[in-house]
């Protein structure tokens, strides 16, 4: 079955720096690749989302990259601030008619003033 | 637009107890789908259903768990005989259905139920 993996699992910043949170996945099946924030004791909220066919998608200080033929996606944020201390997963959708997400392991960012 | 709803959103129980967890998609989705988050872990697929109908079960344990989307009402996730291994947070997220396509993309997530068993 497909498998995610995501790196680093810590990631500490200071304020106004760029964050980088890598993911790849095993199945060139999937096709549909979803980022959540999830602060502590929150529901997992999606962030942006990017499909096969597209190779980068931005929406205001957050970019996502998705390299088909590596097969791994990247979630980048700009001018970060302390609001974006959360935990982010990553997650791939395999295209077989099943949509189950399959998630990373969680990347827990610390934005310091 | 009311966001996907889950009740309750704290449960303890005892070992050899029943929980059960409900939870209602977002007005207009049809799909229903249960995680399961350990701490300080990721979400784990459960199961994946739409009206009366489970689509996807391959992540919930052959025993004591199952699952319902009825016609009418919310998804219950149901766990029998609970033991200190099931506490974790349970998220249930819906999706829209793409009617050209049958295919979904977005999940949306609840707020969790927090189950503790003592």
């Known amino acids: 079955g497909e498998n995610v993996e995501q790196h680093p699992s810590t990631l500490s910043v200071q304020e106004g720096d760029s964050a980088v949170i890598k993911c790849t996945y095993s199945d060139s099946a999937s096709n549909y690749f979803p980022w959540y924030k999830q602060e502590l004791g929150k529901r997992p909220q999606l962030i942006i989302d990017i499909r096969s066919n597209v190779g980068e998608k931005k929406d205001q200080r957050i970019a996502v990259t998705l390299n088909k033929t590596a097969k791994h996606f990247s979630l980048h944020i700009t001018e970060t601030q302390p609001e974006d201390s959360a935990v982010y997963f990553c997650a791939a959708r395999l295209d077989t008619g099943f949509q189950k997400l399959v998630f990373g392991t969680g990347t827990r960012l610390l934005v310091s003033p | 637009n009311a966001g996907v709803m889950q009740n309750p959103r704290h449960l303890v129980r005892r070992r050899g107890q029943e929980a059960r967890l409900r939870c209602s998609p977002m007005k207009g989705h049809s799909h229903v789908y249960w995680y399961r988050q350990l701490p300080e872990e990721g979400l784990k697929f459960m199961v994946y259903?739409?009206?009366?109908?489970?689509?996807?079960e391959s992540g919930m344990p052959k025993e004591r768990f199952s699952a319902e989307f009825p016609k009418e009402g919310p998804s219950i996730l149901r766990i029998q005989q609970v033991v200190r291994g099931d506490s974790a947070a349970y998220f249930c997220?819906?999706?829209?259905?793409?009617?050209?396509?049958?295919?979904?993309?977005?999940?949306?997530f609840g707020p969790g139920t927090r189950l503790t068993v003592t």
């Open positions: 259903l739409q009206k009366e109908n489970i689509i996807d």
């Open positions: 997220a819906s999706s829209p259905e793409n009617l050209l396509s049958g295919i979904t993309y977005e999940q949306y």
